[in-house]
């Protein structure tokens, strides 16, 4: 399966299937779930989130994408453009990668004493300052 990349300033309300709007001014990535269940994915673009890769032609994000909030459950991977499916993970193992994600995030965001770019840049974005 393959999916398509726009870069945009924002990402739009109504997003297509088969499309991953990356905004690089917000450091985020959207796309509706490859499984077609049609709920919205959002990756934020942080050193603690995913990595976003363009060469030019395709792009790639890393690590996989685990929807385990939705229904579907799915996980896969973005890479040149192409969706490659992952393994389901157990409840334990998406604990696990939970806790894995919380802890690097905190020692991140205390050693560095900041707050994510894309935090503040959504912010204003919203609250329109």
């Not at 994000?61 to 973005?78: A, T």
């Amino acid at each position: 399966m393959k999916i398509n990349h726009n870069f945009t300033d924002d990402i739009p309300q109504i997003i297509e299937n088969g499309e991953i709007y990356i905004s690089t001014e917000y450091a985020t990535a959207s796309h509706l779930c490859c499984c077609g269940c049609g709920e919205r994915v959002v990756t934020p673009i942080s050193p603690t989130d995913w990595k976003l890769i363009f060469n030019g032609e395709t792009i790639s994000l890393h690590p996989s994408i685990g929807n385990w909030s939705f229904d579907c459950k799915s996980h896969y991977w973005i890479k040149n453009n192409q969706i490659i499916w992952a393994s389901q993970m157990t409840a334990k193992e998406i604990s696990a990668v939970r806790q894995t994600d919380a802890k690097r995030k905190r020692e991140y965001y205390s050693k560095n004493d900041k707050k994510p770019n894309w935090f503040s840049s959504l912010l204003k974005h919203v609250l329109g300052r």
